[in-house]
Every structure is written in structure tokens, then in C-alpha cells.
């Protein structure tokens, strides 16, 4: 499904208005950094659960090595590689990031769709209550970004956990701008199962970098 964007309250300019806060500039990407992505996530998958005899980590390991090998000329600064800057990506093809998709957005707010993996597992088949924030707080950023509030960082983030959340089951998270004083942009939102179930929602407050701020 095509996201529906509204990029008519986003202030293109508002990285000249402040501190050290880096420009993030869209990855141009070829046809393999996708699967790419895709296949190291279902790596880390594997990694946290499979009960294999030890040759096959010995194993595991040697290709493990091989592949560092490889990509290890490859390390670049931030911003320069595409991870995290590949928006038509799950996460935007940062493996830090939850492999969620972008649904709508807008000044009125955003809503993501997807789904948290066995690498988020937590204990008795539920999300680990770490990567709920994970989830919220890059949400959060993307709502400042849309409703054109100038650059900011997350001050507080309190969460309420409501109920499990479970692993391998689609979800909706959905967020928008509650109120702003000054420097200070409160934001609601919440996490929801299909059936229309809030398993968390949070409230965060983004305070606007002065412009010597990084
Ligand atoms: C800049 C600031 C947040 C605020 O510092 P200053 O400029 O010195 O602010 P100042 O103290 O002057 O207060 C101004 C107003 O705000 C209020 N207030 C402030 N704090 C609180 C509070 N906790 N609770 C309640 N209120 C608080 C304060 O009372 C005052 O209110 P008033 O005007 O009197 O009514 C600083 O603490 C900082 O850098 N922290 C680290 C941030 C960080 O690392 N975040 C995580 C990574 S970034 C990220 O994840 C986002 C992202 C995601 C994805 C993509 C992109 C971005």
C-alpha cells in the first residue's frame, strides 16, 4: 500500500535555524540493500533463538567472519551509508530501528503499521518493554518532522504499558502533536492491536534545540 504524505506544514529550511542537529538527506539505494537488510534482520532473529549443536555456531561463525571481512572497508560516518536514510524501507533500513512501515503522515500526526519480531522477544511470547520506547520515540521524531515543529529532542518519554504485546502479529501505532508551549511540543500516542486493543500509549515532550545545541 502506498503511504499517503503530507509534507505541507515540513519547514525545509529549519536545519539552518539551529545547533549541530545533522541534515538527513533520502539514501538513494540499489535492488540489494533491501533484501540485504531483510535477511540480517532474520539473522538476528536466528541468533537469538535457534538451538543448534556447537559445530553449527563453529560454522555460523567462520561465515560470520567472512562476511565482516567483507563489508569492514566499507564503514562510513554517519549519514553516509543508507542505513537509517532508506525511507522506503521497513525502519528505514536501519536494523536499530523497528522494521515498521510508515502508513500516513502529516501535521495531523502519523500512523506505522508492523510488527515486532522474535528479535524483540521480552520473556512468555511478548515484546521486551525496551523496544516499545524504541518504537514511540522514533515516532515521535517523525510527528515533529510533519507537523513542522522546528528541530527538537525527546525530553521525557513515559510510557504505559497496557497489555502484552504480542510478537509476529500486526499493529498500529498512531501519534500526533497534543499541545505546544514555546519550546515545548507534548505528544500523544498509542500502540493498537487489530482489534482496536491499546496495548501502550505514551505522552513524550520535544523541546526545541537552541541554536548552540547538538
Ligand atoms: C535540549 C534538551 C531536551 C532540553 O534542554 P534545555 O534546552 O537546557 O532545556 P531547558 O532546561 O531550558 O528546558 C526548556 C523547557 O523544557 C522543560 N523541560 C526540559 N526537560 C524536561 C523534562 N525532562 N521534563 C519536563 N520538562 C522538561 C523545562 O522545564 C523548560 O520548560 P519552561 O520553558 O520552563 O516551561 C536537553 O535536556 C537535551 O539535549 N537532552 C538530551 C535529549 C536526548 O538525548 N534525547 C534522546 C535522543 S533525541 C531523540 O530521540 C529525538 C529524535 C528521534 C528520532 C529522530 C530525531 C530525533
Redesign the pocket.
Known sequence: MKPVIDRSAVDESRYEKHGGFPKVSRAAIGRNFGPFVEAMRTLQDLAVSVDAPDEIYGDALAQAEQLIAMLEPYRAPELQGPAGRAVELPGRGSLLLLPWRVIEAGPDGIRMTGEFRRFHLGGNGAAHGGVLPLLF??L??MIVHYAGRPIS????LHVNYRKITPLETPLTVRGRVDRI????TFITAELLDEQGNVLADCEG?M?Q??PW?P
Do not use: F
Open positions: 520515540d522514533d515521535l521524531g529532542r525527546t525530553a521525557y508551549e514555546g519550546r515545548k515532550l523541546v534545540l537552541l545545541q
